[in-house]
């Protein structure tokens, strides 16, 4: 760990900065002083020798960052530095940074295990804070390193002006993964827009420079992999900054906004098109009043504060993939860039040092700092930035309610409803069931928040912004919208029931046609028949599946019946949820995952204890091997939902997941019989022919993937644990994703060797895992053998438009050529070029 050196002409001084320190760093960083001189006449001055003292005493092959305060203490330094062994000599920096601030920012950096590069630089970034909150211009001295003979003379340093092509600028999204590659380097990455500048690493500085399409950036990095770390983010803003402008922009801003409102209606933004009517359920979650207590201990009010970031950063993970799973991997991202809002170096200095400094409660100064934060952004002139508030505000009171231990209200009505509150937080809005909630309808919030996107997303129609009056609807109260338009009617009488009942059919059956494409059976430009499934965390999504234009359901994933619960879910409740969705889906296929539990998705009454490599451990068949009594209900509820209650058979099909040898499959499979042995012995029904396959999602599964092969009916490649595993590079951590993407040359040879296997045992492959929904990997994906791709619904259109553009001979010579190449970005290229 890096360690400091506090250099004053007053020792009091000296001492009074490490005491505000330590407080902060809790004792975790090395301090030491070198304060005043020892002469009792005359105490203030700098000596070298003290200084060369406090160096040696907190000295590791870390490194040391020395701050100093004026005049004689720079000199001091100086010879200090040459009074050491040449080795140490080229490990101690002296640091412009001033020194109350900047000895603050660089001791919770050396907590963090910065490196002396990285301390540094948060250290002469530490008056940023200050500047911005008193409106000042960016001082240009922050950045420029000084005792340039002494220090860093090594240091290089890469620029880059780039304009920033995304519609909506860098705004939330494409931001987080701009910080995200800037904080997979060492150097320090500053971005300038005009006169404000800012630290790359800062999601919420990033966000606030408030970066607009068509704008131009300047961003420069210090330190020895500062070429590299620009050549990334070139290749980043080439690429978009990651993001994918058909997917997440839809045409919102064309829907017509009415301009006032009218007797019995209100007018608000058309968020999300769609007509409803139906009774009102107001979902106002309240916290408490949060109440400023003073003579708090600091340390504890830190503790307590990053347990309940912590646990917020763990649900937001969660939320992350369950969206990616019902959503698209698109929608998801803004609750990545929410976790990086919660770790934010800048908020998280803020907060510790209200707290060091006022000594109050956890709960006063994170609201405290999270509100202003919100401000900053509130403030802005784009009405696109200014919407990011809302997202620094719910995941500000995400930690709240931890702190507060305060519980959300439940979204459980026994009928449908539409949906008012005062505003919806994005990951509220994701957790929405498409067939309970009519409509949305908020008092704040505009066209472009992620609430609205992930209404779109979701299919869930949507007026937002409508104002303070929807507090006063009372629940139950019949009220219509148009989502269109921005209407809502709150009284609707009969004659308006009827109108809006009749537009919504008209709506409904105009949205038949415009999805008419996409529910076409895909096949090829030479007729080959493809199927094209979705992949459901539940029944209730069955039918937001179909009108994406799913022909089925290519992976059920049954662990999310087993989440947000107190126990298992029974072997009936778990037959009844799989006869929803045989139901919903009439004859086409379901595929029903096992279990797949662990890894990333625990779940705490199952007992899977704690683990030094999830990922590595104890998930999936490997737990449920071990337990019979989840495993037995479960494959007696899947065997039985082969059978519709009228006695008719169902298109149901049995898939396990993570298996890794031939052994793991035989004793799933013996455990299939002994459950079919136990319903015969019942006299219950089954289908004695149900299809069983198994997830590819191992590299020792595509290894063996012939034997396997010659003892299922089929299987279906998981390219998101298949590339983490391949790559060892885990899916959620955000500093190796470059490698953990499914377009590794490695990954791909993993594919065609799967499907070589397969065909050779004349049994069919498909994919589920997120690659297949990636329309510029069908060509390839084609042409490598797979007949079923199954992927989250909203990416079902577009995956089948780039069926209908190639023959199989086209896509078989196109994944020769691709299979060839040696690189993730050659064969993102080559496909780009490719596509028709
Ligand atoms: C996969 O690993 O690709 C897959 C589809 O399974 P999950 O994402 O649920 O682990
Ligand atoms: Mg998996």
């Excluded at 058309?270 to 979902?283: H, K, M, N, R, T």
């Excluded at 009969?494 to 999805?515: C, H, M, S, T």
């Excluded at 007729?527 to 599946?545: C, K, M, Q, T, W």
């Excluded at 009916?713 to 390219?719: P, Y």
Aim: negative net charge; aromatic residues 4%; charged residues 20%.
């Amino acid at each position: 760990m890096v360690g400091l050196v506090v250099v004053s002409h007053s020792a009091t001084l000296a001492q009074g900065v490490r005491e505000l320190a330590d407080q902060m760093v809790q004792g975790q960083v090395q301090i030491a002083v070198a304060g005043g001189i020892d002469d009792p006449e005359q105490p203030i001055g700098t000596d070298p020798m003290k200084v060369m003292a406090a160096i040696e005493s907190v000295f590791s092959d870390d490194g040391v960052l020395v701050l100093m305060d004026l005049g004689s203490a720079l000199l001091s330094a100086e010879m200090a530095l040459e009074f050491l062994p040449e080795e140490q000599q080229a490990k101690v920096v002296l640091c412009a940074a001033p020194l109350v601030e900047g000895t603050m920012a660089a001791a919770v950096q050396a907590m963090v295990g910065g490196n002396l590069t990285r301390v540094k630089a948060e250290a002469e970034g530490a008056l940023t804070v200050k500047v911005t909150q008193l409106n000042l211009p960016a001082p240009e001295i922050i950045n420029v390193p000084v005792a340039q003979s002494t220090v860093e003379n090594s240091e290089e340093t890469h620029e880059i002006r780039l304009e920033v092509g995304n519609k909506m600028g860098l705004h939330a999204r494409p931001a987080a993964n701009f910080v995200r590659t800037a904080n997979q380097f060492q150097s320090e990455i500053r971005v300038r827009k005009g006169e404000k500048s800012a630290n790359a690493k800062s999601i919420n500085q990033v966000a606030t420079l408030g970066v607009r399409h068509g704008e131009t950036i300047l961003i420069t990095a210090v330190g020895a992999d500062s070429h590299a770390a620009i050549e990334a983010i070139k290749q980043l803003a080439a690429e978009n900054f990651g993001e994918n402008e058909q997917v997440t922009e839809p045409e919102v801003t064309e829907m017509a906004v009415l301009p006032t409102s009218k007797e019995g209606q209100l007018q608000g933004i058309a968020a999300s098109p769609g007509i409803a009517i139906g009774p009102v359920l107001q979902y106002r979650p309240k916290l408490p009043t949060i109440v400023r207590e003073t003579g708090k201990d600091s340390r504890a009010a830190w503790q307590q504060l990053q347990t309940a970031v912590q646990t917020a950063v763990t649900e937001l993970n969660a939320i992350q993939q369950q969206t990616e799973q019902q959503v698209g991997s698109e929608e998801a991202a803004i609750f990545e860039a929410h976790q990086l809002i919660l770790q934010d170096p800048d908020l998280q200095t803020a907060v510790q040092t209200i707290l060091e400094t006022e000594q109050i409660n956890a709960e006063a100064a994170w609201h405290e700092t999270i509100e202003e934060t919100a401000e900053k952004f509130a403030a802005m002139d784009d009405p696109y930035f200014q919407a990011r508030a809302a997202d620094v505000l719910d995941v500000g009171n995400r930690v709240l309610r931890h702190l507060l231990g305060v519980q959300m209200p439940s979204l459980e009505a026994e009928r449908p409803y539409v949906l008012v509150a005062a505003d919806l937080t994005p990951s509220d809005t994701a957790q929405l069931d498409p067939a309970r909630v009519l409509a949305i309808c908020t008092e704040l919030g505009g066209a472009t928040a992620h609430s609205a996107i992930l209404a779109r997303a979701l299919g869930i129609p949507a007026v937002v912004g409508a104002g303070h009056a929807l507090a006063d609807i009372d629940e139950g109260q019949m009220v219509g919208i148009d989502g269109r338009t921005g209407q809502i009617w709150l009284t609707p009488d009969d004659e308006q029931i009827g109108e809006l009942q009749a537009a919504r059919d008209d709506w409904q059956a105009a949205q038949q046609v415009a999805k008419a494409a996409s529910q076409a059976i895909a096949h090829t430009a030479d007729d080959v028949r493809i199927e094209v499934a979705a992949n459901i965390g539940g029944p209730h999504d069955v039918d937001v599946a179909l009108s994406f234009g799913a022909e089925g359901v290519g992976l059920f994933r049954t662990e999310f019946l087993f989440l947000d619960r107190q126990e298992a879910p029974s072997e009936v409740e778990q037959l009844a949820a799989y006869r929803q969705a045989v139901a919903g889906l009439g004859a086409r296929p379901l595929i029903i995952r096992t279990l797949d539990v662990g890894g990333d998705k625990p779940l705490p009454y199952l007992d899977l204890g704690e683990e030094e490599n999830p990922f590595l451990g104890w998930r999936g068949i490997r737990f449920c091997l071990d337990k019979p009594e989840i495993f037995l209900p479960q494959l007696r509820a899947i065997l039985q939902a082969s059978v519709r209650e009228d006695g008719t058979s169902a298109n149901v099909k049995l898939m396990f997941p993570m298996i890794g040898t031939l052994a793991e499959l035989r004793r799933a499979k013996a455990m299939l019989q002994t459950a079919r042995e136990q319903l015969q012995a019942e006299g219950k029904l089954f289908a004695a022919d149900l299809a069983v396959g198994i997830m590819i999602e191992l590299p020792s599964a595509v290894a063996v993937a012939d034997a396997l092969a010659a003892e299922v009916d089929f299987f279906s490649i998981g390219t998101n644990d298949l590339t983490q595993y391949v790559m060892a590079a885990d899916r959620g951590n955000a500093n190796v994703a470059e490698l953990a993407q499914a377009f590794q040359p490695a990954v791909l040879r993993m594919i065609r060797q799967t499907a070589v296997a397969a065909k050779q045992a004349n049994i069919w492959v498909g994919m589920c895992g997120e690659l297949a929904g990636n329309p510029l990997a069908t060509p390839l994906l084609l042409g490598l053998g797979l007949t079923e791709l199954s992927m989250a619904a909203p990416s079902i259109p577009a995956v089948k438009a780039a069926l209908r553009n190639w023959t199989v001979p086209e896509a078989e010579a196109l994944a020769v050529e691709v299979l060839g190449l040696d690189s993730v970005t050659a064969v993102q290229s080559h496909l780009e070029a490719a596509q028709k």
